[in-house]
C-alpha cells in the first residue's frame, strides 16, 4: 500500500511563507507524477501544483507566481514552497500522484490569518 506522509503546515501572517514536504513510500515521489491537492472548508478537494515525471510543471492559476513545487527523487520527497501566503490559501494540504491514486495521506492544515 502506498503511503504518503505530508508536513511542514502551521499557522502564518498573510503574507508570509511556508515550505510543505512530502514523504512518499518507495519510489513513487520519483517515478510518477506528483501533485499538491488542497482541501478548504466546505469545498471540493483541488489540484494546484503538478511535476510530471519529466520534470515540466504546471500551477492552478490561483497559486500561479506564489507556489513552487519541487521533487527531490534521491530522497524520494516532494516540496511546495508557498510565499505571500494569503487567507484564501487556507486549507488541508495532500499530495498524491496525478491522476490521484486510492490511498491518500492524512494532510498538512495551512491557517492563513492575522
Known amino acids: 500500500q502506498v503511503q504518503l506522509v505530508e508536513s511542514g503546515g502551521g499557522w502564518v501572517h498573510p503574507g508570509g511563507s511556508l515550505r510543505l514536504s512530502c514523504a512518499g513510500s518507495?519510489?513513487?515521489?520519483?517515478?510518477?507524477?506528483m501533485g499538491w491537492y488542497r482541501q478548504a472548508p466546505g469545498k471540493q478537494r483541488e489540484l494546484i501544483a503538478v511535476?510530471?515525471?519529466?520534470?515540466?510543471?504546471n500551477y492552478a492559476d490561483s497559486v500561479k507566481g506564489r507556489f513552487s513545487i519541487a521533487r527531490d527523487n534521491a530522497k524520494n520527497t516532494m516540496y511546495l514552497q508557498m510565499n505571500t501566503l494569503k487567507a484564501e490559501d487556507t486549507a488541508n494540504y495532500y499530495c498524491?500522484?496525478?491522476?490521484?491514486?486510492?490511498?491518500w495521506g492524512q494532510g498538512t492544515q495551512v491557517t492563513v490569518s492575522s
Open positions: 498524491n500522484t496525478v491522476p490521484a491514486q486510492p490511498y
Open positions: 511535476i510530471t515525471r519529466d520534470g515540466s510543471i
Open positions: 518507495g519510489s513513487i515521489i520519483s517515478v510518477y507524477s
